[in-house]
């Protein structure tokens, strides 16, 4: 099954090498990996979209602890969370298409960032479901470049019912 | 008053208790090394090859329980050590070792000399660091050898720019504080129940004592275990010492090639307590068909050698001895047993593996067999003596002949296997322990890979004592392509090509002495072991000895070869020389 694990990190060079090296070395699989500062900027937090039975993902997660330089591990996959990831997609519609582009971008609340005689240029921004609906119908437009974040996840918060 | 990078390096390992380093010169470390010079409580032992220094650090570290300190230069001296640090990680070996590293500013120029060694030896440290900053030198190491000596120990790699080394700074020695390590020592005492009551309830228990036992200093505890509830014990390789081998609930060691009642007792025991050790492929065989009967408890300062390999019933993660010492005291408060009424039937069960295999070897008058040397060096030492080994089948039948009672006896490349191990390990623990006998057990093979050593041995008083099971082969290796390969003998004879022994120790000025029949291993023995120079001995032993019991690589542990019975005359050996 496929998890998405956060990892806080101290900011220190070299310590995104120790996270990658821990996966390759070990033979597991990054399907995605997104890394940015926090808030203290000492930190950095990184979302590693990766997949396993319950064995990989706990070893998975018990070797990044054992890291020295890994502060937190939390597995969303196991919390409710919301997921989010960016893509930035460069099309070549033919003339005929190019109302259906801008028509679907709305739908899916994307938005035109860059236009020329014969691209345009969506981003959009969704769960992974979001975006592959997107890219689906984006294919037969004629996608040109395609470029993606990888994932960013937090856990929601729980609401108090009022009285 | 400002200090320069060097002079914070050596306060630093004077306040850190080191009295000595294993090194290597160069240029980038000479700031050090000039230091070192006039230096009266820090003595710099120089080895001929980098490999050997860690290894000699290592074995400094496994015979004493302290840190191993390794000084070399940059680029070839540092990648020199990377065997020796892979080596000490892989038994949880606390080491520091500090490179060299070419100036900052030419660092990622591809400059004389320079490798990325802390990229080089990321994987096999347990943690390393590129000192930037001359002010951050002394929380650097005051930081590395904290992590190198807690928790799961490991090496510990320390990259020093020649230019943090010669600029000055004041100095200072900070409290540190990880953040991000924090090993767990204490044991989940909820989980320490539930083993309690699980070996309360089991009646055919075995205990497996590895070398977490050892490095916890838990021998005391798990002997308390085993004698209070009547649970026999076998040790790992990494485990020989932790418990008496000599001792009437030893197994002695299982796996491939563990003895016939440590297998059978792992393959229908109702529950396993692996206590420090990681269920190596070597101690499993077959995981799936590991004993397949057995609830497992495991105690491991390391989470992620739980659950890595095969399926555990009950994890405590913590400290051996202070798991230990909680469980005996639920075991002794808590639970009431009559531990000898309720095993009586499984230590008869195990009597009688014991007498139907016992660990034996067929003697012979005429040619020596290597087992027959083992057993003899643990006759004339009672045990009393540090043995290290280096891999292959000389390594096997130490552990299999030799009794190891006490901890921090048997130094040995476990999980990484390295030959050439041995011999600078034994010289590092020598240094240690300067009046106990220190032997390495070797191959011919093996102990060519760090021959150099000798010089080091020599020239620093160390007499190690090296007994090669000189079989002209690489003698596991031909073994596996005799039972496996058809006898196709691909590269692993060295007959003639064996140097003479006796003539090398004396060309670096150390005794050398031969034992070509049965009758003379035991005065070459003896005649080594009351010299007090370094002494190679040339045991000339049968070339076509196995060692068995064997489990085939793959296969579950209980499938185990024995040594066929003889069936024509052995031919007359040819001696070499
Ligand atoms: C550095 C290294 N290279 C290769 C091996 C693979 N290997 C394992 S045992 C062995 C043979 C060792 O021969 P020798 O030292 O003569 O010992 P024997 O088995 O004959 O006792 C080899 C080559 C190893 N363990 N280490």
Not at chain 2, 86 to 94: C, G, I, K
Request: with cysteine; net charge neutral; glycine share 8%.
């Amino acid at each position: 099954m496929r998890h998405t694990i956060s990892v806080l990190v101290e900011n220190k060079f070299g310590v995104l090498s120790r996270v990658s090296g821990l996966f390759s070395g070990r033979g597991y699989n990054i399907e995605s990996l997104s890394v940015g500062e926090t808030i203290d900027p000492q930190i950095s937090l990184m979302t590693i979209v990766t997949g396993g039975d319950d064995w990989v993902i706990e070893q998975i997660t018990k070797q990044l602890n054992k890291l020295i330089d890994v502060i937190k591990i939390t597995d969303m996959t196991e919390l409710d969370h919301v997921e989010r990831e960016m893509v930035l997609i460069k099309v070549t519609p033919r003339q005929q298409d190019k109302a259906e582009v801008l028509n679907l971008t709305e739908i899916f609340r994307g938005r035109i960032v860059d236009s020329s005689q014969r691209t345009y240029t969506i981003e959009i921004t969704g769960d992974e479901k979001k975006i592959e609906a997107f890219v689906e119908l984006m294919k037969p437009m004629g996608i040109k470049e395609f470029v993606r974040t990888g994932k960013v996840a937090i856990a929601r918060e729980g609401v108090k019912k009022k009285q | 008053m400002k200090i320069s990078g060097a002079e914070i390096i050596v306060e630093c390992l004077k306040r850190e208790g080191v009295r000595h380093i294993f090194g290597y010169p160069g240029g980038v470390v000479l700031n050090i090394f000039d230091l070192l010079y006039d230096e009266k409580d820090l003595q710099l032992i120089l080895t001929r090859h980098e490999q050997g220094a860690v290894h000699a650090a290592d074995g400094y570290a496994r015979a004493t329980g302290r840190p191993g300190v390794v000084l070399v230069t940059s680029g070839p001296g540092a990648t020199n050590t990377v065997t020796g640090i892979a080596t000490a990680s892989m038994d949880s070996v606390p080491l520091v070792v500090f490179s060299g590293q070419v100036p900052t500013l030419l660092i990622g120029n591809d400059a004389f000399q320079e490798a990325d060694i802390v990229g080089i030896t990321r994987p096999c440290t347990k943690y390393n660091y590129l000192a930037k900053d001359v002010k951050d030198l002394s929380r650097i190491i005051k930081e590395a050898f904290h992590i190198a000596t807690t928790g799961r120990p490991g090496p510990v790699l320390i990259d020093l720019p020649k230019d943090v080394t010669g600029s000055k700074t004041e100095f200072t020695w900070p409290e540190i504080d990880i953040r991000s390590y924090n090993p767990t020592y204490e044991g989940n005492k909820w989980m320490i129940t539930q083993a309690a009551h699980l070996i309360a309830k089991s009646k055919k228990s075995v205990i497996i004592s590895g070398g977490g036992v050892i490095i916890s200093g838990a021998s005391k505890e798990i002997r308390e275990l085993a004698e209070h509830t009547d649970i026999p014990v076998t040790m790992t390789l990494m485990g020989l010492g932790s418990f008496p081998g000599t001792h009437h609930l030893s197994l002695g060691m299982p796996g491939m090639h563990g003895t016939y009642y440590a297998n059978k007792a792992i393959q229908e025991s109702d529950l396993i307590i692996a206590v420090g050790m990681r269920f190596d492929d070597r101690v499993t065989g077959k995981v799936d068909a590991f004993a397949p009967h057995a609830k497992i408890v495991h105690i491991d300062i390391d989470p992620t050698s739980i659950r890595k390999n095969v399926r555990v019933d009950v994890p405590i993660v913590g400290d051996v001895k202070r798991v230990l010492t909680v469980l005996n005291k639920v075991l002794k408060e808590e639970v009431k047993e009559q531990w000898e009424e309720v095993r009586r039937a499984w230590l008869k069960q195990i009597d009688a593996w014991k007498a139907e295999r016992p660990m034996t070897y067929t003697y012979s008058n005429e040619v020596i067999k290597p087992q027959f040397v083992v057993e003899k060096i643990y006759e004339i030492t009672k045990g009393d003596a540090i043995i290290t080994t280096e891999v292959g089948q000389n390594q096997m039948w130490t552990a299999q002949f030799y009794k190891f009672d006490k901890p921090r006896t048997l130094l040995s490349s476990g999980g990484l296997g390295t030959m050439g191990y041995g011999f600078p390990a034994a010289i590092g623990a020598q240094l240690a322990f300067p009046n106990k006998l220190v032997i390495d057990i070797a191959g011919d093979g093996s102990i060519q890979m760090n021959i150099q050593e000798l010089a080091t041995a020599v020239i620093n008083k160390l007499p190690v004592k090296v007994a090669i099971l000189n079989n002209r082969y690489l003698g596991m290796v031909r073994q596996w392509q005799e039972l496996f390969y058809q006898e196709r003998y691909s590269h692993t004879k060295l007959d003639e090509s064996v140097p003479d022994f006796v003539k090398i120790a004396e060309a670096y000025n150390a005794v050398g002495l031969r034992a070509t029949k049965p009758s003379e291993v035991e005065p070459v023995l003896k005649e080594a072991f009351k010299t007090k120079k370094p002494v190679f001995m040339d045991f000339i032993v049968d070339w076509k000895e196995k060692v068995y019991p064997m489990v085939p690589p793959g296969a579950p542990i209980d499938q185990m070869m024995f040594e066929e019975p003889e069936k024509k005359p052995e031919k007359k050996l040819k001696v070499v020389k």
